[in-house]
């Protein structure tokens, strides 16, 4: 089976704001997995998106298609009303040093903790390490650049700055037996820009522990504008 990609439930509640309230920015909030929504070759999955018009509240389900069973729900949330204030400052350039991991060991030490990403998923080229941020410079994946003009935020770049924690992570104390950690909440997601293709993503770390950690995600295009 294939995990559907929290990037992707996030481009979910972005279009749904944007169908919402057009022409109006608007953040997604809360936005919390709790459980995973498993593709399989052989059977098909009806996905159902519900939103309450009084409040933003949003819950994404599914359930077998064409079947009567239960929806399953797999991720809450809320669209808001964009915040004005606190924007990013533009991005620095990528450091002139030699990267601290390739495409080849980043993608390697993504599948040591199991997560192995077909091509489509695969954005990530150079990683610097410095302390508490990491930072990458990412590609459009050929399978995908079709369609990053008609997304809100394509989910394989989002998808890709979320993979940086095997290389942030690499080594340091609980983190020194490879372990995966991926995404299940989203405390906030700010859009500056939509069909962007991005460039850079910065990553730092706010909290780390055993369990769980707390990340900051920066995305910028190619012009170093936050995305």
């Not at 954005?123 to 994946?141: F, G, N, S």
Request: net charge neutral; with cysteine; aromatic share 6%.
């Amino acid at each position: 089976a294939v995990v559907f990609p929290a990037a992707g439930f996030v481009e979910m509640a972005l279009a749904a704001g944007a169908l919402w309230r057009p022409g109006q920015n608007c953040d997604v909030e809360g936005l919390e997995i709790s459980a995973p929504l498993l593709l399989e070759r052989n059977s098909s999955k009806t996905l159902r998106f519900r939103l309450d018009a009084r409040d933003g509240a949003f819950s994404i389900g599914s359930r077998a298609r064409l079947s009567d069973d239960p929806w399953l729900v797999h991720v809450v949330g809320r669209i808001v009303e964009a915040a004005t204030t606190g924007a990013p400052a533009a991005a620095r350039p990528l450091p002139s040093t030699a990267p601290d991991a390739s495409a080849d060991l980043h993608y390697q030490r993504t599948l040591a903790v199991g997560l192995d990403y077909g091509p489509a998923f695969r954005p990530v080229q150079d990683v610097w390490i410095a302390e508490d941020t990491a930072t990458a410079r990412l590609v459009t994946p050929e399978g995908v650049a079709d369609e990053v003009a008609e997304a809100r935020l394509h989910p394989s770049y989002l998808d890709g700055a979320f993979q940086l924690l095997a290389d942030l992570l690499a080594g340091r104390g609980a983190a020194a037996s490879p372990s995966a950690y991926i995404p299940i909440r989203v405390e906030r997601l700010r859009l500056a820009q939509t069909g962007a293709r991005v460039a850079q993503v910065q990553a730092t770390l706010r909290r780390g522990g055993r369990r769980s950690v707390l990340v900051d995600f920066v995305l910028y295009d190619g012009s170093g504008r936050a995305v």
